[in-house]
């Protein structure tokens, strides 16, 4: 899985820099405006129990659990519900109270990066798609037949295999 790409600012969706010169302020940053913008999600479907789904791919994860831990209210927690697709890290109900389900390809590139998806993914049936629960933390997790035959492909938010869950979920 190991693919060259050029640390350019245009390859890096999240920041207008190269990954290297990005900081753990930039990061912090970022998570703190995805808190926001989940917080006015949630008044836009009202104060008196409206829900917001959001739905976190790969680095997102990351952004979604630091959102979570740091910045947003066990309140306003509770009416998130969180999709990952191929997250870099999972998410569990110790960060978020409603639904959650996290979503992996068989092939997954960042099963080698996330512990406990990887080893959930071992007592996943051999199928086209297999529901695990991790119950220390009682979270769902979504183990998808990789469609394409490629990490990368399958990797892909719009690809053919999170492109099932999206429908899914929908």
């Known amino acids: 899985y190991n693919m ?10 999240f920041f207008d820099k190269k990954w ?22 949630l008044k836009l479907v009202r104060e008196d129990g409206g829900r917001v789904l959001h739905i976190a791919h790969s680095g997102g994860a990351i ?15 509770s009416r998130i519900d969180v999709i990952t697709l191929g997250g870099s890290r999972s998410i569990t109900h110790k960060y978020f109270r409603g639904r959650l389900h996290n979503y992996y390809s068989r092939n997954d590139p960042l099963l080698m990066v996330d512990s406990r998806a990887s080893r959930l993914l071992k007592r996943a049936k051999n199928s086209s798609f297999a529901m695990v629960q991790d119950t ?13 035959k490629d990490p990368l492909f399958d990797h892909g938010m719009y690809g ?7 429908q899914w979920e929908a």
Not at 29 to 38: G, I, P, S, T
């Open 20 to 41: 290297e010169d990005v900081t753990d302020t930039d990061i912090k940053d970022l998570a703190k405006k995805l808190a926001e913008h989940l917080r006015e999600s």
């Open 4 to 13: 060259p790409q050029e640390d350019t600012p245009e390859s890096n969706m």
């Open 63 to 77: 952004l979604t659990y630091l959102a979570a831990k740091y910045h947003l209210t066990f309140s306003e927690k």
């Open 160 to 166: 053919p295999t999170y492109r099932k869950a999206l």
């Open 136 to 148: 220390k933390h009682n979270t769902t997790f979504v183990y998808l037949e990789a469609i394409a």
